[in-house]
């Protein structure tokens, strides 16, 4: 019985959640950030990345990115090969929306700085910064993503650093984090929006989606078909395992696994409304 009512729960929430976030017929706003935010500087770039250390990246590659290969299935998840496509369109995404003052790194370790990065954000009340921001950086620290990503953590935004950490070659996946990036930066209380992400449901409910949506209709807004059948068969399932993993911390139930299914079908099901809605998009521009 409780089976059978935690399965009927996860396809209300799931049906909910991305009934209600994926359109790519409204119009694309591009950020307009709340707070001021000062440049980098030449020792600061806003950009880094890693050294290669071929056996180091290898061993994530082949090894611990394993099961986010298989969830998403690509396998350029947490592959630590980043291309200068999707360099280039997480850049470009980052300057059209004007986050100035968001670090993105590159499959990139960089525990100290990102310490620093956590004393010096304003924007967050100092309490919930050095509380959460701790937590989540201890994790980064002793179980790094440069290595571990994959099977410990992977491709995110630190909201405490204001930093995308980015060991994934998929624009998708690049453009998802530069999504929670603006969605921040729009935020005039943003200490508020950081705790509510750490509450089950709405973080995965409400944050993930605003993420997904953006990026959808930023590939929309650039006409770029190629991308968006990406995003449909990269975030979508994504996003399914995210309100799993809500209902499993909820319910102690280990049932993220599955959502991955009902994800995969569903983004693929929308990826034959691509031309549609692009085609509806255009007669409104008109």
Not at 169 to 185: L, R, T
Not at 186 to 204: D, H, M, N, Q, S
Not at 277 to 284: A, F, I
């Amino acid at each position: 019985m409780k089976t059978m009512n935690y399965s009927r729960l996860l396809i209300a929430v799931l049906g909910f959640g991305l009934s209600h976030c994926y359109s790519l017929e409204k119009s694309y706003t591009y950020g307009n950030p709340y707070h001021a935010s000062p440049a980098f500087q030449e020792d600061d770039p806003q950009f880094e990345e890693g050294e290669p250390y071929v056996v180091l990246d290898s061993i994530g590659n082949y090894f611990f990115s394993i099961p986010s290969k298989l969830i998403l299935w690509n396998r350029k998840a947490d592959n630590h090969h980043i291309s200068k496509e999707t360099k280039d369109y997480l850049i470009d995404y980052i300057k059209k929306n004007n986050l100035r003052d968001v670090k993105v790194r590159f499959n990139q370790y960089a525990p100290l700085s990102e310490w620093k990065r956590l004393s010096k954000n304003q924007n967050i009340n100092p309490f919930v910064r050095y509380f959460f921001g701790s937590i989540s950086l201890i994790s980064y620290t002793f179980l790094p993503g440069r290595l571990f990503a994959g099977t410990f953590g992977g491709d995110h935004y630190n909201s405490f650093t204001n930093t995308i950490n980015l060991y994934s070659d998929i624009p998708a996946v690049a453009i998802h984090e530069g999504g929670h990036a603006k969605d921040f930066s729009l935020r005039e209380k943003r200490t508020a929006y950081a705790a509510a992400y750490a509450i089950p449901f709405v973080g995965a409910l409400y944050h993930e989606a605003r993420a997904t949506d953006d990026t959808l209709n930023y590939f929309a807004e650039l006409d770029d078909r190629k991308q968006l059948e990406e995003s449909h068969e990269v975030l979508i399932p994504a996003y399914s395992t995210y309100v799993g993993g809500a209902i499993g911390d909820i319910v102690a139930n280990p049932i993220t696994i599955a959502t991955i299914i009902p994800g995969h079908v569903y983004g693929r099901y929308k990826k034959r409304d691509i031309d549609l809605e692009l085609s509806k998009r255009k007669d409104r521009k008109k």
